[in-house]
């Protein structure tokens, strides 16, 4: 899928998103908590790749990590820059990362692989091990299913991952799943996960 057509669709919706899911508070506790346990409390810059609103950016910073955030959706950016004067975020993409080899600690992609079709997964993994620092952390939220599945997302088309095949494709590309964390879905959410890996070669 065109990165365009996911800035535009994004972009259209950037209000509605902002309301319904653009504070911590409206975050699941034990999300935050898995974010919180695998990308603060150690050196070095820590990446929220495609942001959204920023408040996850911020949730790192509270608790002391270096967070920077990327989206490729401008209205996003001017409302986390707004809303967090204190924070760092930037308009980007995490396929072309503006930061050097090798010069990262952490990076958190919460549910902002979910519009990727599975055959690119294997070059942003890339991009992410260019720059993290050995032993770097990735941490990654996505929805939990029991096959490989393209879905009617309400913002644009999005995919479920079973978490086992996930963490396989975390490993060819080099990361080491160090924790899972998953959540039934039920009438009102799709089945949830999270997978934290390490930079294992
Ligand atoms: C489902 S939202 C998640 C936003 C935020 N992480 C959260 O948990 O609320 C997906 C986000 O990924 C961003 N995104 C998608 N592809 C991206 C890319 N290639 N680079 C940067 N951001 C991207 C979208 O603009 C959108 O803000």
Sequence with gaps: MHLEQVRQAYAAVADLYIELFGTSQQSHVDDLAFIGRHLSGRPGTVLDVGCGPGHLTAHLRSLGAD????DLVPEFIAHAVAS????????????????????????????????????????????????MSPAGTLVIGFFDGD???????????????PADVLSNRLARAGFTEVERLQRPGDDTQRAQAAIAARLSI
């Design 67 to 70: 967070a920077v955030g990327i």
């Design 84 to 131: 967090h004067p204190t924070g760092i975020y930037r308009l980007g993409s995490m396929d072309t990362l503006d930061v050097a080899d090798h010069s990262v600690a952490g990076i958190l992609a919460w549910y902002s692989l979910i519009h990727r079709p599975p055959h690119e997964l294997d070059g942003i993994l890339a991009e992410f091990r260019r720059t």
């Design 147 to 161: 096959e490989i599945d393209a879905f009617d997302h309400k913002v644009v088309t999005a995919y479920r991952w």
